[in-house]
């Protein structure tokens, strides 16, 4: 039954900041079917709001005279839901340390896909994700929901050339990683290039700290036959970008994780990894992740990128920065760093380690990324452009 366009305004005597809207005719939408319930009403508000409903009214109001659909569609068309997206989703709320309930994810599938959740597909994700903070934000970033989001006013694109093609990189033009582009793609898809003759073919890649995608551009472009390019972001407002530019360049093997990494064997084991072809670490602690992981990445003759900050180094406590290049040095088989012009250049004594740390000295952020490799085969056929 449809309800008419009064109705549905009685669930917001006490809510200022949500319209509703009666369900449009010939919606794909099949959740009328489903009972609208008090505890389904308090988890939409948390999942798509981050706060609770105004009263038990609203609540009651909701459940007397709205459907899902009306619930749905009340919350995505308010001026709330488009001033918490554009403030880039704050994570507050008690409620998000709660244990994870069937009401819960029940409710969160009905948001994202409008319908109620086929067999196994609520065991199948919350098998991967393991939180309410990490289930959030996977529904804020589906293209149901992100999709429906207004659009940054800063937002734009730019063209990137990188060796193997054209790619193409949203986000705002503010943001330093989109005004630095491509900075390291460019060397990364060369180096892929050189290294894996067959464009990657059934190669896995991960990326910790993707940020807004600008090297996850240069990986795919580089080793365009991979099996799997894995990426994780943290900052929701850089993962839906990231997901933006995934999407837009159609880089179908890509997926997006909105969350840290964590350790590295316990990351292919949540995602039932048995090949680890590339590792690109740029978040704080990297090289330390490196070096304690360092017999499972020589096992599985990984190319590890490294990022190695200077500034953060230099403050913590401990050995310095060339301490810590020599270490890895001594515990990979080849590191590689690059030149002013992106030439490789294997680091094989200490002069050459400290050139390498000079030159990211001299980099504005005082950071740089070097390679842990199997092997340097690939240097003499590495071509920029």
Known sequence: MRLNDAAPRRAFQDSPHITSHPPKRGSSFRSMQVHLTPVMVRWAYRLLLGREPESQATIDNWCGVGSFHDLREGILSSPEMAELSIAGFPETGGWMDDEVTEEAVFTLLMLRDGQPPGAGV??????????LLDMRRALLLSPSINGRMPRDAHSGSRQLVLP?????????PRDPEFVGAPGFAPRYAALLQAAWADGGEGRVMVESEAGIGVVTLGLAMGAPRHAMLLTHEPSLRKAATLAENVAGNRLSTAHVRDFEMGGIAPMMEREGLE????LRLAEPGALRLALENAPLLRAHGTF???????????LQPGPSPLSLLAECCATFAHVVAFGASNEPIALLDEVMMKVALRRALMRPDRRDEFILCPDLDWIDRFRLF
């Open 304 to 314: 590890v990128i490294i990022g190695f900050d200077l500034t953060q180094l230099l």
């Open 275 to 278: 090949r680890l072809d590339l």
């Open 164 to 172: 193997g093609g054209l790619a193409r990189l949203w986000g705002d």
């Open 122 to 131: 609520m065991e199948a994700f919350q098998a991967q994700h393991a939180n």
